[in-house]
T-cell receptor
Framework: AQSVTQLDSQVPVFEEAPVELRCNYS??????LFWYVQYPNQGLQLLLK??????LVKGINGFEAEFNKSQTSFHLRKPSVHISDTAEYFC???????????FGAGTRLTVKP | KAGVTQTPRYLIKTRGQQVTLSCSPI?????VSWYQQTPGQGLQFLFE???????NKGNFPGRFSGRQFSNSRSEMNVSTLELGDSALYLC???????????FGPGTRLTVL
């Protein structure tokens, strides 16, 4: 079965600094990869997804991620963060044909002024 | 377009009781998935329903069950509640395979 590892449980960063949230996956078949964000007391919102094609994926709120098949990674990046980006970020993987989505443990991004 | 709605938003039960949570997907979405979120275990997949059929199931005991109606609304039932069932239960809907899942705000279940 597929699985996801988010390498950092917490990432503190200053406002306007760049950030990278790391995600590695394992699967024996082709995968679909997702990043979701969760603000306090809310459900999850999709930031971006990789299904096929270009390995560099751009999402909402200025985030992007790069699919690296050889390193089985899907790291999330933003060149300049804002206070409003403070939230929990989840990487998720799904295999073909179903919505059996497996989530990582989450990374708490805290943006400080 | 209305988003995914979940009722109730908050629920308090005692051990041994049973509970039913409801999820109304976005209009036109036929797939509904359920997840349990806890601080210790994170987000865990419970099951997915598509066109009234359970298509996938996570690694949860049989006390956790669900169903989907012809209008795609889904219910999740937990019987014989345990303290460890306290969690945020999230429902997500999508049009079908490979499509983005849209999440509801969740139902916060507290078991005393």
């Amino acid at each position: 079965a597929q699985s996801v590892t988010q390498l950092d449980s917490q990432v503190p960063v200053f406002e306007e600094a760049p950030v990278e949230l790391r995600c590695n996956y394992s699967s024996s078949v082709s995968v679909y990869l997702f990043w979701y964000v969760q603000y306090p007391n809310q459900g999850l919102q999709l930031l971006l997804k990789y299904l096929s094609g270009s390995t560099l994926v751009k999402g909402i709120n200025g985030f992007e991620a790069e699919f690296n098949k050889s390193q089985t990674s899907f790291h999330l990046r933003k060149p300049s963060v804002h206070i409003s980006d403070t939230a929990e970020y989840f990487c998720a993987v799904s295999v073909t044909e179903n919505n059996d989505m497996r989530f990582g443990a989450g990374t708490r991004l805290t943006v400080k002024p | 377009k209305a988003g995914v709605t979940q009722t109730p938003r908050y629920l308090i039960k005692t051990r041994g009781q049973q509970v039913t949570l409801s999820c109304s997907p976005i209009s036109g979405h036929r797939s509904v998935s359920w997840y349990q979120q806890t601080p210790g275990q994170g987000l865990q997949f419970l099951f997915e329903y598509f066109s009234e059929t359970q298509r996938n199931k996570g690694n949860f005991p049989g006390r956790f069950s669900g169903r989907q109606f012809s209008n795609s609304r889904s219910e999740m039932n937990v019987s014989t509640l345990e303290l460890g069932d306290s969690a945020l239960y999230l429902c997500a809907s999508s049009w079908g395979p490979y499509n983005e899942q849209f999440f509801g705000p969740g139902t916060r279940l507290t078991v005393l």
